[in-house]
C-alpha cells in the first residue's frame, strides 16, 4: 500500500480524494499498488466529510509520518506551498502538483531539490487540467525537436470571448456571467490580463525547449481591451479573437508571448470555444499535434494529478527527470528582434488620405472595405519587425486624416 | 549503443531511418543511448541509398544476430509481417511497428509471447500516424474509467468528404483527386469501405476497455453512398458528416461501429477537416479530451514509431504492458440492442401523406423544410432501437406517398 497525503482541502484536493475512492480499485490495478489518503491538511474544518479522522491542521503529522511516501499539493500560490513543497521534497517524498505560479516560479529549484533526493515532482494538472500534455510533450514526441507551441490556455477567457462573440455581451457583462457559472473568480485579474496563460506557456515552453523560461520576461496582454465590434468584424473576415499563450525557439532562444490574437477559422484553434483548453504543438517530424479538452473544473484536474500518483507508484525509474536549466542571461528574444503581422483598424476622416499614408506607411498592402462599416479603414501589415510594426501603428494617432486606432491585433498563423 | 532493425524499408521505414539520423543527437539524449540502424531487411535493391552495406534480403541476419535487440516492423499486412513479428519476439526482441491490421488481428498472441519473453510489442504508429494517442490512453488517463471513444481515424476518407462538401466534387472525382495527390492508394478500397477505421477503432477499444475487441465483428459502412447533396444538406443543418469510427462501454459488454455520421458543428470533432484526423476519449472524471494531428504521412508515421523505440530502450519495467484478455463468446452489444438516432431524408410524391405516415411511424418527430429542396421531407428520428430505426426506414421504401429514401445517416451526439 502506497500512503498518501492532500495538503489543502479545497476543489482540486477534493477532487484528488474523490476520485481515488471512486476510481480505486481500478486505479490499483494500474499502478500496481493500493493508493491510500493517509492525511489531508487544512485549516478549516469539514464537520461533512466521512473521514474527518484524517484531516489534520498540523503539518508536522505529514513531514514527520515515513509512511507518506507521495504528497500531493493542491493548496496553490507561492506561499506556504511553496515552502510545504521543499520540506516533501527535502524529506524524501514526492511531490504532485496543480500549481502553476509555483512551478512557474521556482520550478527548476523545486525539480533540483526533487532530483538530489531521488524523488519526484509532478505538474500534469498545472496546465490544460486535464488534458494530458506535460506527460505527452516529455514522452510521446521524443522523436522530435520541438519548433513552437501555441495554445488556449485559460477557459475564463475563451468563455468570455466566445459568449462575446456569440451572444454579442459586452466584455463586463461576460465576465459577470462568468463568474455568476463559477468560470471567472471573484478576482479575475490573473485571468483576464493574461497572467494564468503566461505562467503556463512559461511552463510548456520550459518543457519544450528544455531550459527555462522565466515567465516575468513574457511580454503578455490581456483581453480587456477586445471589444463585440472586434469579435464581430474578425468574423466578417473569416477569423477569431482568441487570448493565445505562445512560444518558438530560433538559433537557441525562445521568443515567448501572450496577447488577443487574430485567427483564421482554419486553424484548428479557431475552433476551440467556451471553457475548452487546447494546445497546438509543432515538432519536426510530426508536424502539428493538438490537444483539446476542459482546461479546469474539480474532477478533470483532479484526475490529472491522480494521474501522476499513479506514475510515481508505478515507475521508480527517475532517471529521465528532467531538471531545467537556468542560464546566467536571458535567452529571449527581445520583441524588437522578432517579426509579426497586425491586423490594424483605423476610423478614418478621409478614406482615400488615410489610405494614401498607410499605403505608403505599411507598403504594399490589401485593405478590406466592410459595406457595414463605412467609415473605417482595416488593413494586415506585411510580416515585419514587430517593434516597427508597433511604432507605426502608433504614429497613425497623430495623423490628420485617421479619427483614431480602433483596434491592432497581432495574427497568429 | 542500441542496434535496431527495420524490416520494410517503404515509406514508414524510410521515414524511420530518416528521423533516426537527422534528430539522432538529442534522440539518445532522451533514450539515454545511442540508438543505431544495424540493419535492413527489404526485397528490393536501394542503389541511391548511401547505407546500402546495412540492406539485406536475408531476415536470418537479422534473427541470429544477438546484437539487434528491436525490430521495427514497417511491412504491413498479416502475412510475412506476422510470421517475423512472432520470430522476433520469440528470440528475445522488441517489436515496434505501425501495422494496425496485424495488431488489430493477431494482437492478443503477439503482446502474450512478448510478456512470456519479456520484451515489447508497441504499436503507436497504428493509428493517428504521429498523434500520440496509444500512449496516452494507456498512462495519462488512469485515473479515469474510459466509457467511448470516437475518431476520425482515416485521413483518406476524410480528404475525400472535405473536398465534396467544400469545392462540390461528387465521390469519384474527389477519390481520384485524393489519389493524384498521394492520399489515396491506388486500390483505395480498404479506406472508403472503412475498414482501416475498423481496425483502428477495434484497436483503440481494445486499449480502453482492457479486452481485446475483434474488429470483425464491428459492423463497418464506408462513405461510396454519401453524395454532394448530402453533404449541402447537412450544411443547412449545421451539421458535418464525417466518417466516424466509435465504441463505448455498457454494463461490461462494447458497441462500436464505423460509419458515416451526422455532426453538429458545436462538437469539436465537426471541424477537423482534409487529411487530419482526431480521437475523442471521454472518461468519467476528464470529461472529453481530443487528440488531433495528421494522421499519416511519411515523418509523422515514423516518429510515432521512434518515440516507441526510444520508449523500449528508455523503460526496461514491463510489469504495467497489458495483455488484451480474449473473452471465450462475444462481448458484443449486438445491434439489435442498442439506441440510436437517424437523420432521414425522402423524396415524397404527397408531402401531407408522407408526413403523416412518418408521424404516425416515428413519433413526435420534428420536420426540416428546406426552401431548397421543395419535395424532400427530412427529420431527426426520436432515440429508440436501432434495428427497429432500420426497419422502419427500409418500409418507407414501399410507401406510396414516399418516391425513395435519399439518404439515413446516424446522428453522432
Redesign the interface.
Known amino acids: 500500500m502506497t500512503s498518501i497525503a492532500v495538503l489543502g482541502f479545497g476543489i482540486v484536493g477534493s ?1 484528488v480524494v474523490e ?2 475512492k ?2 480505486g480499485e ?2 490499483a490495478k ?3 499498488d493500493t493508493i491510500k489518503v493517509k492525511h489531508i491538511l487544512d485549516i478549516r474544518d469539514f464537520p461533512d466529510f466521512p473521514d474527518k479522522n484524517i484531516i489534520t491542521k498540523n503539518s508536522e503529522d505529514i513531514f514527520n509520518d515515513s509512511d507518506v511516501s507521495i504528497v500531493v499539493e493542491t493548496i496553490g500560490g507561492i506561499g506556504v506551498a511553496y515552502e510545504f513543497t521543499k520540506r516533501a521534497l527535502s524529506a524524501g517524498k514526492s511531490v504532485v502538483t496543480s500549481n502553476k505560479e509555483l512551478v512557474a516560479t521556482h520550478g527548476p529549484e523545486l525539480m533540483r531539490i526533487a532530483k538530489e533526493k531521488n524523488v519526484h515532482y509532478k505538474f ?1 494538472a498545472s496546465v490544460g487540467g ?3 500534455i506535460i ?2 510533450l516529455y ?7 520541438i519548433t513552437s507551441i501555441a495554445g488556449i490556455l485559460n477557459g475564463t477567457t475563451n468563455y468570455i470571448l466566445t459568449s462575446m462573440a456569440n451572444e454579442g455581451k459586452d466584455f463586463e457583462t461576460a465576465l459577470k456571467d462568468a463568474q455568476t457559472k463559477g468560470y471567472a473568480e471573484a478576482n479575475p485579474s490573473d485571468d483576464i490580463q493574461g497572467k494564468d496563460s503566461c505562467r503556463k506557456i512559461a511552463i510548456l515552453s520550459s518543457i519544450s525547449f528544455g531550459q527555462y523560461v522565466n515567465y516575468s520576461e513574457i511580454p503578455t496582454e490581456g483581453i480587456t481591451k477586445i471589444t463585440v465590434e472586434d469579435l464581430k468584424i474578425a468574423e466578417l473576415l473569416n477569423c477569431k479573437i482568441k487570448l493565445l499563450g505562445f512560444s518558438r525557439k530560433e538559433n537557441g532562444k525562445i521568443f515567448a508571448k501572450v496577447c488577443p490574437s487574430l485567427i483564421d477559422k ?1 486553424n ?1 484553434l479557431a ?3 467556451d471553457v ?1 483548453n487546447a494546445i497546438l504543438v509543432s ?12 482546461g479546469a ?1 474539480k ?2 484536474t ?6 501522476d500518483v ?2 510515481v507508484v ?4 527517475l ?2 527527470m528532467q531538471v531545467w536549466d537556468v542560464s546566467s542571461e536571458s535567452n529571449f528574444i527581445q520583441p524588437e528582434n522578432t517579426n509579426a503581422r497586425y491586423f490594424v483598424r483605423l476610423k478614418v476622416r478621409s478614406m482615400e488620405e488615410a489610405k494614401k499614408y498607410v499605403f505608403d506607411c505599411f507598403g504594399k498592402i490589401d485593405f478590406y472595405e466592410l459595406a457595414e462599416y463605412p467609415d473605417q479603414l482595416m488593413f494586415k501589415t506585411l510580416t515585419e519587425n514587430e517593434s516597427e510594426i508597433i511604432k507605426k501603428i502608433q504614429a497613425l494617432q497623430n495623423i490628420g486624416s485617421v479619427r483614431n486606432v480602433q483596434t491592432s491585433l497581432r495574427i497568429f498563423e
Chains 1, 2 share one sequence.
Open positions: 477532487g476520485v481515488l471512486k476510481n481500478n486505479i494500474k499502478a500496481g500534469e486535464g488534458i494530458p506527460k505527452p514522452e510521446c514526441l521524443s522523436a522530435n525537436e482554419s484548428a475552433n476551440v470555444e475548452f515538432g519536426d517530424s510530426i508536424g502539428d499535434v493538438m490537444f483539446y479538452g476542459r473544473g474532477l478533470p483532479a484526475s490529472a494529478v491522480v494521474n499513479i506514475d508505478k515507475y521508480s525509474d532517471d529521465s
